[in-house]
């Protein structure tokens, strides 16, 4: 008996992947490690996956970005691989530009009006400079019967 810790009937060699005395089992531990390994990988490879048309969008214009990025959110969440298609055939179509050909048409119909041409991108809030300064406002209190004014308890 050369080694006190095997038993007597035990064969001489016996296989790796048997748990030793002492509870350890390292054929379970390799298992362990290349599942979590694998479940990583799968997972990242499956984002990357759902990612490819936001990623093929990139230079696209900024409302198909949008449209498509809206789309693969929806897929994502519902599990739905409808809206995934979608979005992956709205990114190798290209969508066609409306928006010029209706200034131009805008344009053209101001000039043959005769109005003045307006600014083609104007913005739609005034400016700083239109807006009044408050030294010019009066003050709540100048008011006779604003409200939050002192009033004259001699009138009540």
């Not at 809030?125 to 030294?135: E, G, I, K, Q």
Request: glycine share 6%; no cysteine.
């Amino acid at each position: 008996m050369a080694d006190p810790a095997r038993h007597p009937d035990a064969p001489a060699h016996l296989p790796g992947f048997l748990p030793g005395a002492d509870g350890s089992d390292p054929s379970m531990t390799n298992v362990m490690i290349f599942m979590i390994i694998a479940l990583v990988l799968i997972g990242v490879g499956y984002l990357k996956l759902h990612a490819l048309p936001e990623r093929m969008a990139h230079h696209r214009s900024s409302v198909q970005m949008q449209l498509v990025a809206v789309l693969s959110l929806l897929a994502l969440f519902t599990h739905e691989h409808i809206y995934w298609i979608a979005a992956l055939l709205l990114v190798v179509v290209e969508l066609p530009d409306f928006i010029t050909p209706i200034r131009s048409i805008a344009a053209s119909l101001e000039k043959t009006s005769g109005r003045p041409p307006s600014a083609p991108d104007a913005p739609d809030t005034p400016d700083a400079a239109d807006m009044p300064n408050a030294a010019d406002m009066p003050n709540a209190g100048d008011a006779p019967n604003a409200p939050g004014a002192p009033q004259d308890r001699a009138d009540v």
